[in-house]
Nanobody
């Protein structure tokens, strides 16, 4: 059984930084993709950053140059370093993941991830 547990975030002042972590258990298959999504108040969930199964990364235009996604070597912990935060980054942030055997490709923001964390809130005050 796959479980994703996010931590980090909290309240930050505009221009400040914070970091999120997502610890994954049960991701056993060789091809894995993990991503961060967020849901702003009153809006649909949107992709923030992703580590695709081939190791490449993608970012939403709104966070490029400010956020950095990374993984540990075991590919079981996902990080999101968030710098130069803006009020519009205020949202609930969710970790998403999936895994497949062999070299099956997964990733991107439109992929239908099977596993989701419970979310962690980031509030940026101006």
């Amino acid at each position: 059984q796959v479980q994703l547990v996010e931590s980090g975030g909290g309240s930050v002042q505009s221009g400040g930084s914070t970091a999120l972590s997502c610890v994954a258990s049960g991701l056993t298959r060789s091809s894995r993709c993990m991503a961060w999504f967020r849901q702003l108040p009153g809006k649909e969930r949107e992709g923030v950053a992703v580590v695709n199964s081939d190791g490449s990364t993608d970012y939403a235009d709104s966070v490029k140059g400010r956020f950095t996604i990374s993984q540990d070597n075991a590919k079981t912990t996902l990080y999101l370093q968030m710098n130069s935060l803006k009020a519009e980054d205020t949202a609930m942030y969710y970790c998403a993941a999936d895994h497949f055997p062999g070299t099956w490709r997964c990733g991107g923001f439109k992929f239908d991830y099977t596993y989701w964390g419970q979310g962690t809130r980031v509030t940026v005050s101006s």
